[in-house]
């Protein structure tokens, strides 16, 4: 069965950090095609992408309000990508999933322009979503 899996959710202090972690089975993620993102969603608002990562890695972006304190990585050969989440804060708190797109990654993952962003990417397969809770 083809499918992605997040895990490393959880409930954290302001300031704290998780690491969240995306597996793929039944199928590799080495694939010129399979660059990875990182979104999320809290309720009531709308899915936001968090950071994608090229096919082979070498290139990440990062949505403005988590530069500086995530980083986005992976590695093919262990059919992982991870998100390391540091300096977590009461804006972070959602539900994040992982997805493969087709897309290349770039700017227009997080441009709000028309034909951009979100609504507009390629999706391949999503993971079914990891809680991250950001509690005094």
């Known amino acids: 069965q083809v499918q992605l899996v997040e895990s490393g959710g959880g409930s954290v202090q302001p300031g704290g950090s998780l690491r969240l972690s995306c597996v793929a089975s039944?199928?590799?993620?080495?694939?010129?095609?399979?660059?990875i993102g990182w979104f999320r969603q809290a309720p009531g608002k709308e899915r936001e992408v968090v950071s994608c990562?090229?096919?082979?890695?070498?290139?990440?972006e990062y949505v403005e309000s988590v530069k500086g304190r995530f980083t986005i990585s992976r590695d093919n050969a262990k059919n992982t990508v991870w998100l390391q989440m540091n300096k977590l804060n009461t804006d972070d708190p959602a539900v994040y999933y992982c997805?493969?797109?087709?897309?290349?990654?770039?700017?227009?993952?997080?441009?709000?322009?028309?034909?951009?962003?979100?609504?507009?990417?390629?999706?391949?397969?999503w993971g079914q979503g990891t809680q991250v809770t950001v509690s005094p």
């Open positions: 039944g199928f590799t993620l080495d694939s010129d095609s399979y660059n």
């Open positions: 990562i090229s096919a082979t890695g070498g290139r990440t």
């Open positions: 997805a493969i797109v087709f897309s290349s990654c770039d700017y227009t993952w997080f441009s709000t322009d028309q034909g951009m962003g979100v609504p507009h990417l390629d999706y391949d397969h």
